[in-house]
């Protein structure tokens, strides 16, 4: 199986269908960023899989060693200015 990304600015679906989550990178801009990834098809809302923040002008990251099932699907509830959320998954 060959991992997908999604890269998200704002709050979206990032995978409308079940899947498994390998990782987020999240890189905040001019204020402190933060991204929860839920196990839903099309709302910031249910069961989380991960949650990240990063302060003003960094970055963070995280990579499972064996991916998170979504049973669902995928929605990143992101916040931030200028903000960049990056989701790896199968």
Not at 59 to 76: D, E, I, N, R
């Given at each position: 199986?060959?991992?997908?990304?999604?890269?998200k600015?704002?709050?979206?679906?990032?995978?409308?269908?079940?899947?498994?989550?390998?990782?987020?990178?999240?890189?905040?801009?001019?204020?402190?960023?933060?991204?929860?990834?839920?196990?839903?098809?099309?709302?910031?809302?249910?069961?989380?899989?991960?949650?990240?923040?990063a302060?003003?002008?960094?970055?963070?990251?995280?990579?499972?060693?064996?991916?998170?099932?979504?049973?669902?699907?995928?929605?990143?509830?992101?916040t931030?200015?200028?903000?960049?959320?990056?989701?790896?998954?199968?």
């Open positions: 199986m060959a991992i997908a990304s999604s890269t600015a704002a709050s979206g679906v990032v995978k409308a269908s079940p899947g498994m989550l390998a990782g987020v990178v999240l890189a905040a801009g001019s204020d402190t960023a933060s991204v929860i990834i839920y196990d839903n098809a099309s709302a910031g809302s249910g069961t989380v899989l991960v949650k990240l923040a302060v003003k002008e960094t970055s963070t990251s995280v990579l499972f060693p064996a991916p998170v099932v979504a049973s669902k699907g995928m929605y990143a509830a992101v931030g200015t200028g903000v960049s959320a990056s989701v790896l998954y199968v």
